[in-house]
């Protein structure tokens, strides 16, 4: 039973209104100062800091960007001494990034402040509202980004198929 076009139209404008709230978190985030944590490097300092060591690959692949992307990014938080390489015992052409004890206390400080911004911007809702809400939004998140893949998937096999 999947839900009708026209219901999940009207989830667009909220969707907007989020990406928007991104936009602005990215504006705040690059008027802090020279050493302020860029805000799309800080998307992949956190994907290091919660998921641990990883290829540049397979961020690129979880956060369903380009390579050139990811590898941007890490230049800047390599510069910044938040993330250290090294190469893969594996395939040693292959580099595994990870945060170092620096980075991880930028991105908690990071979170600390989204937290208490988020705490007075809802300073309405109650705790269980807040909580229903990120079930919701962890649910759509996995069906959403499941179903990106699935295109990707499909987009990049018939790219392949067309290109014979």
Not at 133 to 143: G, V
Request: aromatic content about 4%; proline content about 4%; overall charge negative.
């Amino acid at each position: 039973m999947e839900p009708d076009p026209a219901t999940c139209g009207e989830l667009l404008g909220p969707l907007r209104a989020l990406i928007g709230l991104k936009q602005l978190a990215s504006h705040w985030g690059a008027s802090q100062g020279d050493d302020a944590l860029p805000y799309a490097a800080a998307g992949l300092l956190g994907e290091l800091v919660h998921c641990g060591e990883s290829r540049a690959s397979e961020l690129a692949q979880h956060r369903i960007v380009d390579a050139s992307v990811v590898s941007r990014q890490v230049a800047q938080l390599e510069q910044a001494g938040l993330i250290t390489r090294r190469s893969a015992p594996d395939d040693r052409r292959v580099s595994l990034l990870s945060a170092t004890p620096e980075g991880k206390q930028a991105f908690a400080e990071l979170e600390r402040e989204k937290e208490e911004w988020l705490s007075h911007a809802l300073r309405n809702w109650s705790d269980s509202e807040v909580r229903r809400l990120t079930d919701l939004l962890q649910a759509a998140s996995r069906d959403l980004r499941s179903a990106a893949h699935e295109l990707l998937d499909h987009t990049d096999n018939s790219t392949k198929e067309g290109a014979r």
